[in-house]
Structures are given as structure tokens and as C-alpha cells.
């Protein structure tokens, strides 16, 4: 009995023991690949971050190296005696002159920039005339593996061309610049070598990796991979045939990423590679697998042990294991709880500043509407006389001017709201170009000022791009130019750069680079000012003594500029002038892409033999439905008015309109609303329906069209716009005044001796009609000068015909001049 009881106890015991180490066996193995994983995902971590911020230490490096090169080939005195050393004219007395003060120059800048490590002059035969390193001169340089630099751009990227230096036989770079006469003609080329010891610093320091964390820069050296920079351990080692590894061989492929493989030295580690496109090179940071996990093996074991001790600790240091997991769950769902929250929050945010951008869009353009609507309406009141024109046209350009603050608040709360795109077409780049010099001109000469406008023969004449947003740029940076500048001058400057990858097959792809510069003679920017330049609502101070402007022209243009593709840069000089300059990609267009321009002629009635157009307005404002109502009526269409979109469907399907105009936001029912209603009927179809909206954002044309209208038109309403909409639709034909002026100029002019036009001739007239004829040709007021051209008696009919002939072929700018002088 003792004996089967003593062999029931060892089976006991004996299966006791067996389940207890399968137990501890599962648990341990579970808890070593439940460690494992996530040692392995806290070693990604800790290596991207190391990665990242060597990353970022290399690239400001290199940038440094980059700049402070640049400025020591500008430095002025490097350039003067540059000149002189180059000449080859040893017997001049300033050659020797020059040679010293270049060569304590450059040894003063290796002593400050211990980075250049050496700084040299080449002639145009390659050999050294100048060098930190007297040794050197007199010797050839080859210029095999050197990084170029034709062009002095302090904030562009380089690839630098590493190479295997022939003096120290390790990698090295050299960054050189030609030097060129003001021909253009290359006269040699300074050079200077990098010392590469910070990048091994970077590298090597600080990694807080552990005993076998290693990290180290690869990159490609003739034919095979090499280091660039490495740890002191791999310095003894021979790689004949080149370096290899996973992530060796990934980055060098351009992928940038991490895993578990075994290393150039074929030991199995734990890395994280990086593609360094900037700088050409590879960066790793790896740490051995075995270090790396070991704690996971130190976990499991310690579990076993402990199982084997007691079966009690096993289900304790169980369930221990547990709660930490449920807690570190909890903790993520927590965390991830906390960033759903803030996701949301954000959302709501950009929702509400959305409609905050409608709300205000729509609240500031309905008025605004009214005013400068009813005064381009009073303006066609022929019994106006020149003083209340003068006001009307005071009022018309005091509610543009409100209008341009109101659209850069506004532009630049959408660019923040990330609701500005980039709308291509295909339009004449020297036609925008000579508006623009029209546009500027006037208000250039009456400050006493010369505007330029140069663009080099292979600029292409049409091109796909953004046309709205470069036309806001340009007139945003040289309405400034002429702003702050008292004397002298402004020129804009257009030339083309051929882009690298003018051969690409891809339809997209850009075919040239458009490079605009815009210079000016002003006061120029302090140093201090630049960082803020193109900060939202910042001025600088020749900003806030003009009392003009809201500081928004410069930070939408910068965002326009990027938004196409490039980079508004500004160099100044204090006192001396400004230079804002950017590139933009672009596809040259073909001629017939290209849309032809329409000059605005104004409608001054409907022309004969036409059918009765009946015309609906809906729209909730009052003013704005009469200043509608108003303008079409005064050319002989038969209007109807309604308040709201449940009256407009009632009166359309009463009296049946060829054409509404239909605001979208109104109560009772919204012009949404009608426009469905009206476009679900069949006869609704053959109805033009044109949306009026004071929306700022250009998406909403696609939420009008979808709910069936036509086409869209912004407030505030332009009637040029609006007689061309119903042309378009309706294909009315209307009378000009253009033409009855035409024909009345040429009734004049039959049989008449020719005339001669001089300022001598105005002085039959009072001073005080010359000076209001002045004025109105500085605003290019046609309207007011053929009002005043009537004053002119009968006897001097002549004068007055030449003087329309002027205003009819575009040559305002005589006007300006006789007038000018006879007011002098």
C-alpha cells in the first residue's frame, strides 16, 4: 500500500512536475516573444530617433558648409583681387598686393571655418595660383570629382560628390565655384576641401545605443560602396570588393526603412537605414540582435527559475505579467482615446473656421455689391455732371480698394485653412506682361518714376500655369517696388532656366523654369526685418510710415509662389534697393489653347430685330436684387423680382424666364433648393439658370453646378460679366458706346484738313478743364474725358477729334504729356 501510494505520489509528483515545466515552458516561451517583439519595436524607436537627429545634424552641416563657402567667394575683396591675381600680370605691382591679401584671407577664413580645410584659386589652364597650402601652388588640379556651384543661391540643396582623396586616402569633398569677367567668360575657379572629422563626430557621438550600438554613413565611391564615415572598430578592416549588407543595399537603392539582417561584417543586428538624398550617402544606426534582446532571454529565464521553484511564484509572476500587459493596453487605449479626441477637435476647428470664411465671405461681399454696383449704374447717367462723376468714381475706387483688403484677409484665411489649389490654364505670358505695364506705368510716372520690363527672346509667349495667382504675385511685389521707392526706379526681369528633366516622357512633366526678379531703388530692408518679411499682418518700417497696405501682399505671395512651386527669395541692400526674386515651373502651351482677351466695351442698349428676353432675379437683399433689376432694365430687358427661392419657382413657372439669376443663400428656400425644383420639371431644362454667390472659396462653383445650375457668378457682380454671361447663354447682341463714338469721330473727321495736336492747342480752353482733363487721363477715365472733350465749343471741333483719336487708340499717355506741360 506504502509502496503504490509512494508510486501514485512520484506519477503525482512526476506529472506534477512535467505539467509544471510545460506550464513554465509555454510561459516562458510566450513571455520571451511577447518581450522580444516589443524590445524589437523599442529598438526601432530609439534607432529612427538616433537616425533622425543625425539626419538632421548632417544636412544642417552640409548646408553651413554651403553657405559660408558662398559667402567667402561674394566677400568683396576676395572679388577685387581676384581679378587682379588672374590677370597673369606678375610685374604689376598689385599683383603681389593682391596675392597677399588673398592669401591671409583664405588662411583666416580656415582658421575661423576649420570645416574648409583647405581654400584654393585655380587659373583657366587648372593650375593652383593661390592656396592656404603653399605646397600646393604652382601644382594642376584635376576637377574629376568636384561639386559646382554656377550659381550664388545661399538657400539652395547640393549633392556633394564624395571621393577617395588622394592625399589622405579617405572620402572627401570639394566644393568649387567658377569665376567669371563680367562678359561671362570663366577665369578660373576657387575651390575648397572639407574637412569631413565633424561628420565623424556626429556620427560616432552620443549614440546611447548600448556596447554594440554602431552607426555610420555609406556612400557610393567609384564603382563599388564604401564608408564614408564609421566607427573605430571597422577602421581596421579591408573591404576590398566594397560593403554590403540589407540595409546597406536598400538605402543605396534609395529606400529608406528598418529590419532584422546580419551587417557588412555578418552579424546578425537590428537597423535602421536612411537614403540621405540631399547629401548622396546612406545613413545606418544598427545594434546586435543579441544585445538587443537580451533582456527578453534575461525575462524568460528568470520565469523558469522561478517556476521551477514554485509553482505558486509561476501562477503569481503569471498573473503579475498580466496586469502589466492589461495596463500598458489600457495606457495605449488611453493615449489612442486622447488623439481621437484631438483629431476631432482639430476637425471642428477647421470646420468651424470654414464656415467662419463663408459666413464673413458672403456678410462683406453682399454690401459691397450694392456699393460699387449702384455706382457703376449712376455712372451711365449721361445728366451727371464732371463733379459727381468725380465722386462716383471716388466712391467706385474707395469700395475696390475695400474690396482688394477684404479678398488678402480672406485669401490668406483660406491658404490657412488649407482651402487654396492651383487652377492651370493656358494664357499669353507677354500680353499678362504689357497689362501689367499699362496697369503700373501711370501711377510709376506720377511718382517720377522709370518702370522696366525686360524678358529675354526664349521667355515662351503661352504658357499652362496658374494665370490669377502670377498676375496677384507680380502686381503684389511691384505695387510695392513703386510704393517705397522715391527715386529711380523699378524693373522686372523674366527669363527662362531649362529644367533637368526637360526629357522626362511623362505628359506633366515641366519643360522650363520661369525666373522672375523684381528690383527696385528704395530705402531697402533692415537685416533685422527679413525673418518677419513674409509673417501675416508684419509691416516693415517703410511699411508703417506709408500707412497703407494690411501686411498680407507678401505672405500671400510667398504662399501663391510655393503653391506653384517655388520660393520667393529677397536680397537688399540698406539704402541701395531690394531684390525679390522666384522660379515656377511651367508648360509652354500651344497659340490656340490660348483664349483671346476680350476689351470691355459698355452696353448701352439691345441691338434691333430680337426676341423679348424675359429675365427673373432672385435674390433676398433688396439693394442687390435692384441694383439687378436696375442694371437690366436700363438696356431694354423685361425683369422680374423675387425674394426668395419659393417666389422665384412660382414666377418661373408662371411666366416662364429664358434666364435667372439666382442667389444661393436665402430664406424660406434656398437658391439649392429652387434650382432643383425648376431643373426636375422638362421645360425646366431649356431655362438658363446663373448662380450669384459671395462665397470666397472657388470649390463652390463645383456644389453650384451640381445642384443644376448653369454657371457661377461672384459678387461683386461686374456688368461686364454679366451682359457676357447672357451673351454666352442667350446669344443677345447689344449696342455699344464704343461704336456710337467711333461713328461719330468719323462723321467729324470726313473732308477735314489733317490736325495737328499740340499743347499749345489747349490753351484755348481754361486752365481749370486742362487740369480735370489731366486728371482723368491719369485714372484712364475714358467716360470722364469724352464727357469733357464735349465741353469743347464747336469752333474747335478739330482739337476735340484728335484728342478722341487718342483716347480711342490707346494712347492716353499723349494726353498725360500735352496736359502736363500746359499745367507746368
Known amino acids: 500500500m506504502k509502496s503504490w501510494n509512494q508510486h501514485l505520489t512520484a506519477k503525482v509528483a512526476s506529472s506534477f512536475l512535467v505539467l509544471s515545466l510545460v ?96 581654400i584654393f584659386i585655380l587659373d583657366r589652364s587648372n593650375q593652383i595660383v593661390l592656396s592656404t597650402d603653399k605646397q600646393r601652388e604652382g601644382n594642376y588640379e584635376i576637377l574629376a570629382n568636384v561639386t559646382y556651384f554656377e550659381r550664388v543661391e545661399a538657400t539652395a540643396t547640393f549633392d556633394p ?19 567669371r569677367d563680367a562678359a561671362g567668360v570663366r577665369q578660373g575657379i576657387i575651390l575648397a576641401h572639407l574637412n569631413l572629422d565633424r561628420i565623424d563626430r556626429i556620427v560616432r557621438e552620443r549614440t546611447g545605443l548600448g556596447n554594440s550600438g554602431e552607426t555610420y554613413l555609406v556612400g557610393s565611391l567609384v564603382t563599388k560602396n564604401a564608408f564614408i564615415s564609421k566607427a573605430d572598430k571597422t577602421e581596421a578592416r579591408e573591404f576590398p570588393e566594397g560593403i554590403s549588407s540589407q540595409g546597406i543595399d536598400a538605402a543605396m537603392s534609395g529606400v529608406s526603412g528598418s529590419g532584422l539582417y546580419r551587417n557588412y561584417a555578418k552579424l546578425p ?52 505579467l498580466t496586469r502589466q500587459l492589461q495596463i500598458s493596453r489600457e495606457q495605449l487605449e488611453n493615449y489612442s482615446h486622447k488623439l481621437e479626441q484631438k483629431a476631432q477637435e482639430a476637425e471642428a476647428a477647421n470646420l468651424a473656421k470654414s464656415e467662419f470664411l463663408a459666413n464673413m465671405s458672403h456678410e462683406l461681399r453682399t454690401p459691397l455689391n450694392a456699393i460699387l454696383g449702384f455706382s457703376q449704374l449712376m455712372s451711365r447717367d449721361r445728366s451727371l455732371n464732371a463733379a459727381q462723376l468725380e465722386n462716383l468714381d471716388t466712391i467706385n475706387r474707395s469700395g475696390e480698394h475695400l474690396l482688394t483688403l477684404i479678398n488678402d484677409v480672406l485669401s490668406m484665411a483660406k491658404i490657412e485653412a488649407g482651402r487654396t489649389i492651383l487652377n492651370e490654364n493656358s494664357f499669353d505670358l507677354y500680353e499678362l506682361l504689357d497689362s501689367l505695364e499699362e496697369m503700373l506705368r ?104 506709408s500707412h497703407e497696405g494690411t ?56 441691338a434691333p430685330d430680337q426676341p423679348k428676353y424675359r429675365i427673373l432675379v432672385v435674390e433676398d437683399k433688396w439693394e442687390n436684387r435692384q441694383l439687378l433689376v436696375k442694371m437690366l432694365e ?59 454667390t459671395a462665397s470666397a472659396f472657388d470649390e463652390e462653383r463645383a456644389v453650384v453646378l451640381s445642384a443644376g445650375c448653369n454657371d457661377f457668378v461672384r459678387k461683386p457682380l461686374r456688368e461686364e460679366v ?49 487740369a480735370q482733363l489731366h486728371q482723368a487721363a491719369l485714372r484712364t477715365d475714358e467716360k470722364l474725358i469724352f464727357d469733357l472733350l464735349e465741353q469743347i465749343p464747336q469752333d474747335y471741333a478739330p482739337m476735340a477729334t484728335a484728342l478722341a483719336d487718342l483716347v480711342n487708340n490707346f494712347r492716353i499717355d499723349k494726353i498725360i504729356d500735352l496736359t502736363q506741360l500746359d499745367s507746368a
Open 23 to 118: 506550464a513554465v515552458g509555454v510561459v516562458g516561451s510566450v513571455a520571451f516573444f511577447s518581450a522580444r517583439e516589443a524590445l524589437k519595436q523599442a529598438a526601432f524607436n530609439r534607432l529612427s530617433v538616433a537616425a533622425t537627429l543625425k539626419e538632421e545634424e548632417i544636412g544642417r552641416w552640409f548646408e553651413d558648409q554651403q553657405r559660408d563657402f558662398l559667402l567667402v567667394t561674394q566677400h568683396p575683396e576676395l572679388q577685387r583681387n581676384i581679378k587682379i591675381l588672374l590677370s597673369g600680370k606678375t610685374a604689376d605691382p598689385n599683383y603681389l598686393a593682391a596675392d597677399k591679401i588673398l592669401s591671409n584671407y583664405l588662411i583666416s577664413v580656415t582658421q575661423t571655418k576649420p570645416a574648409l580645410r583647405e
Open 634 to 692: 436700363s438696356v431694354g430687358f423685361e425683369v422680374r423680382e423675387a425674394e426668395n427661392g419659393e417666389e422665384g419657382v412660382a414666377i418661373w413657372e408662371s411666366w416662364q424666364p429664358q434666364l435667372i439669376w439666382m442667389d444661393m443663400r436665402m430664406p424660406v428656400m434656398d437658391g439649392y433648393e429652387a434650382t432643383r425644383q425648376i431643373k426636375a420639371h422638362l421645360k425646366g431644362h431649356a431655362t438658363i439658370i446663373i448662380a450669384l
Open 722 to 770: 454679366i451682359w457676357e454671361k447672357m451673351m454666352q447663354y442667350l446669344g443677345v447682341r447689344y449696342i455699344y458706346e464704343e461704336s456710337t463714338q467711333q461713328v461719330a469721330i468719323a462723321s467729324q473727321q470726313e473732308e477735314k484738313e489733317p490736325y495737328t495736336l499740340t499743347a499749345q492747342s489747349l490753351r484755348v480752353m481754361p486752365l481749370e478743364w486742362v
Open 161 to 179: 560628390i564624395f571621393y577617395v582623396s588622394p592625399v589622405t586616402g579617405k572620402p572627401s569633398v570639394t566644393l568649387a565655384t567658377p569665376l
Open 442 to 545: 501711370l501711377k510709376a510716372e506720377a511718382k517720377g518714376l522709370q518702370l522696366i520690363f525686360e524678358r529675354t527672346p526664349e521667355v515662351p509667349q503661352c504658357v499652362r500655369a496658374d494665370e490669377s495667382k502670377l498676375r496677384q504675385v507680380l502686381i503684389n511685389l511691384l505695387g510695392n517696388a513703386i510704393k517705397f521707392t522715391q527715386a529711380g526706379g523699378a524693373i522686372l526681369r523674366v527669363r527662362t532656366k531649362q529644367d533637368k528633366q526637360e526629357t522626362s516622357p511623362l505628359p506633366s512633366t515641366p519643360t522650363c523654369i520661369l525666373h522672375f526678379e523684381v528690383e527696385d531703388t528704395g530705402p531697402g530692408i533692415a537685416a533685422s526685418e527679413l525673418e518677419r518679411l513674409f509673417k501675416p499682418f508684419v509691416q516693415t518700417e517703410a511699411g508703417r510710415k
Open 551 to 606: 501686411g498680407l501682399g507678401l505672405t500671400i505671395s510667398q504662399q501663391f509662389v510655393r503653391l506653384m512651386g517655388g520660393e520667393i527669395a529677397v536680397s537688399t541692400t540698406l539704402g541701395h534697393g531690394t531684390i525679390f526674386s522666384f522660379e515656377i515651373p511651367v508648360n509652354p502651351a500651344a497659340v490656340v489653347e490660348v483664349q483671346p482677351r476680350q476689351h470691355y466695351r459698355r452696353v448701352i442698349g439691345l
Open 269 to 320: 543586428v537590428i537597423g535602421v537605414y536612411r537614403w540621405l538624398n540631399e547629401q548622396d550617402l546612406a545613413l545606418l544606426v544598427e545594434m546586435q540582435q543579441e544585445e538587443a534582446f537580451a533582456p527578453a532571454r534575461q525575462l524568460a529565464g528568470t520565469i523558469v527559475l522561478v517556476g521551477l521553484a514554485s509553482v505558486g511564484c509561476l501562477s503569481i509572476g503569471v498573473y503579475w
